[in-house]
């Protein structure tokens, strides 16, 4: 099994820059990725790590750290259009894909 | 296709039928998803196929939930006796390799009542 911890909610004002957290423990480890979820919307393919380090695409950029099971999502510049549930999700040596409960940013004029 | 389609959109049906959702994936996509949405929550795994087999059916919460993918392409996702406690966004995704990125349909809402 695995466990995948983010925050619930997090709020930031336009221009601003966020980071959430993602903490996750599984048996067998093959990437991590990151999705924005609009309110009755599917959720949208982000960003995708593999090996440790950065990955900066755009505004927003991801890190992973797999010995400490760790990686953020960094959200720079912040529009208001960034308002969404963002979704960490581990896929294991299995290839099963399992996503956390997500956190939802709100973004203030 | 263009992307992942998902039929019905919606669906709401009397508690104790049976209900089928459909799964079109992205044209050549091998590795097929299913997932069940509660609101405020994250999508929750309920099956996942490569080519034809269910790779992993850990997810699925009872045997009153069967899924299919008889050709390698279209998916079928059944559930019998359904419950109010079906009732959720039911999300499938496909991904061009076991390693790939999952996109997803836009879902079918389905509601018992």
């Known amino acids: 099994g695995q466990n995948i911890d983010q925050p619930t909610e997090m709020t930031a004002t336009e221009g601003a820059i966020v980071q959430i957290n993602c903490t996750y423990q599984t048996s067998g480890f093959n990437g991590l990725f990151w999705y924005q979820q609009h309110a009755g919307e599917a959720p949208t393919f982000l960003s995708y790590?593999?090996?440790?380090g950065l990955e900066e695409k755009g505004r927003f950029s991801s890190f992973l750290s797999r010995s400490k099971g760790y990686s953020y999502l960094l959200l720079k510049e912040l529009q208001m259009k960034d308002s969404a549930s963002y979704l960490c999700a581990v896929l294991r040596n299995d290839y099963k894909l399992s996503f956390g409960a997500g956190t939802t940013v709100t973004v203030r004029a | 296709g263009a992307g992942v389609s998902q039929t019905p959109s919606n669906k709401v049906t009397e508690k104790g039928k049976y209900v089928e959702l459909r799964c079109d994936p992205i044209s050549g996509h091998t590795a097929l998803y299913w997932y069940r949405q509660s609101l405020g929550q994250g999508p929750e795994f309920l099956i996942y196929f490569q080519g034809t087999g269910a790779a992993d059916d850990s997810g699925l919460p009872n045997d009153r939930f069967f899924a299919v993918r008889p050709e390698g392409s279209v998916s079928t996702l059944k559930i019998q006796r359904t419950e109010r406690g079906d009732s959720a966004v039911y999300l499938c995704?496909?991904?061009?390799?076991?390693?790939?990125?999952?996109?997803f349909g836009q879902g079918t809402r389905l509601t018992v009542v």
């Open positions: 790590n593999v090996l440790d």
């Open positions: 995704a496909s991904s061009t390799s076991e390693r790939g990125a999952a996109f």
